[in-house]
């Protein structure tokens, strides 16, 4: 399967759950803002690749905004190139307005991690050759207050469900690109791939998530990132 087709089948699928209290508003980006991530998808997702690095689930200034993974507005747009309409999600909430292209926030997570590939790699095709950049589960969750809630944090029941369909989906990806390394992008991405990818012939890691969150990632991710690659055996310049 292509990567655009398995980004269907997992948009559909993830598409027919039902979440509850206290999750009162899910985002699919992969439906609203379907264009920029099949451009994304098409663009940069040629098989094989070495490396593919997998993050959570969309931030709601990135993927929530983009359709792509760790989806500044800027980095995407103006790095990657990626510039595709971007719609709304069918219920809104009022404090996570999806802006697309126009959102004046930034996400520093995204900042971080296409900001390291920038400085690494120099040009996206360089970085691409070889990685990718993908997210375990595609919806964004949100509370009645607006507070953003992670998938490990669903009652069991429904992480069941989600978990049945996104482990398919990054098996599906990976089987696809066939790399010889995964690396979760903090641990609940590693846990989730060790799971998933279990039977497979590759190698699964981790590096530090990028969120301001992680007192860690703020004095200085990238060089801490870089340095985890390089134990993981990266191929790196």
Known sequence: MSLVAIADELREAVGGLRFGPPVTHVYNPLDYARA???QYL???????????????????WGMAQTGVPFGEVSAVRDWLGVDAPVGRPKLEHP???VLGWECPRHEVSGERLWGWARA????PERFFDRWFIANYCPLSFMEA???NRTPDKLPAAERKRLFAVCDRSLRLTMEALGPRLVVGIGRFAEDRARIALDGLDLGIGRILHPSPASPLANRGW???AH???EELGAPLP
């Open 36 to 38: 920029p991530a099949t």
């Open 42 to 60: 098409e663009r940069y997702g040629d098989a094989p690749k070495e490396v593919v690095l997998v993050g959570m689930n969309p931030g709601p």
């Open 95 to 97: 404090k996570r307005p």
């Open 120 to 123: 690494t790699f120099g040009r």
């Open 145 to 147: 207050s607006g507070r």
């Open 222 to 224: 990238s060089e801490a």
């Open 227 to 229: 340095r985890q690659l």
